[in-house]
């Protein structure tokens, strides 16, 4: 298990135009060869929009782009023709196949707080698809199978303990809230890298509980 703290984060975005990034993995200016990737991860992004704030229309690729928002409301447009408001609880994903562009704001008039993840498919090209599943349950497993990827969303009450999937790759993302994980206390924006995870639990210490993004991964 490979842990890393949320102040280990690379820094990004523009501050001043109200958009502030933390990036887990090699990004931009950011290069960094040994963090390239873990299993199909290849981007784990807490971003924060102040109200007016966002990403002008802009270009992906051969990535599966899987978003979750934390609290505020994230507006999505794309060439392929979807408008969407995304809020806390849902899941969005966006399959750039061989290309598409969109755009993300925060059209509301409080901050933005979400995490967007990214995803190196099992076979380039194709048409972009999306997907958006409004208030997922808790424990309801999302399948993201162009990338050979599965999402579990976590979310526990103090002293709550959950399984941990086993699997080649997992990688665990604390959302909000405090647990610990194989002996390691991991709080808000801290992450696990775990390879051929086996009974693995998470246990919430935090008196407000936990919020876990687990993504279940099979071997590259």
Do not use: K
């Amino acid at each position: 298990m490979d842990v890393r703290r949320a102040d280990e984060r690379y820094q990004g975005g523009d501050p001043a135009a109200g958009i502030e990034t933390r990036h887990a993995f090699s990004f931009g200016p950011h290069y960094d060869p040994d963090n390239l990737r873990f299993g199909a991860l290849i981007a784990c992004n807490e971003e924060r929009l102040a109200p007016g704030a966002g990403f002008d229309e802009h270009p992906h690729s051969h990535t599966e782009i899987v978003t979750w928002v934390v609290e505020g409301e994230l507006t999505h447009r794309d060439t392929a023709g979807h408008e969407t408001v995304v809020r806390a609880g849902d899941v969005q994903r966006l399959s750039a196949a061989a290309g598409v562009r969109h755009v993300e704001r925060n059209d509301a008039a409080v901050p933005l707080t979400f995490v967007q993840m990214w995803l190196a498919p099992l076979d380039p090209g194709g048409d972009p698809a999306y997907e958006i599943v409004r208030g997922i349950a808790d424990s309801t497993p999302y399948a993201v199978p162009e990338a050979g990827a599965m999402l579990h969303v976590r979310r526990l009450v103090a002293g709550e303990r959950t399984a941990v999937p086993d699997g080649a790759y997992l990688y665990v993302h604390v959302v909000r809230g405090e647990v610990t994980l194989g002996g390691e206390r991991l709080g808000t924006g801290d992450a696990a890298r775990l390879t051929d995870a086996r009974d693995m639990e998470a246990v919430a210490v935090a008196a407000t509980g936990a919020e876990l993004l687990v993504w279940e991964m099979t071997a590259r």
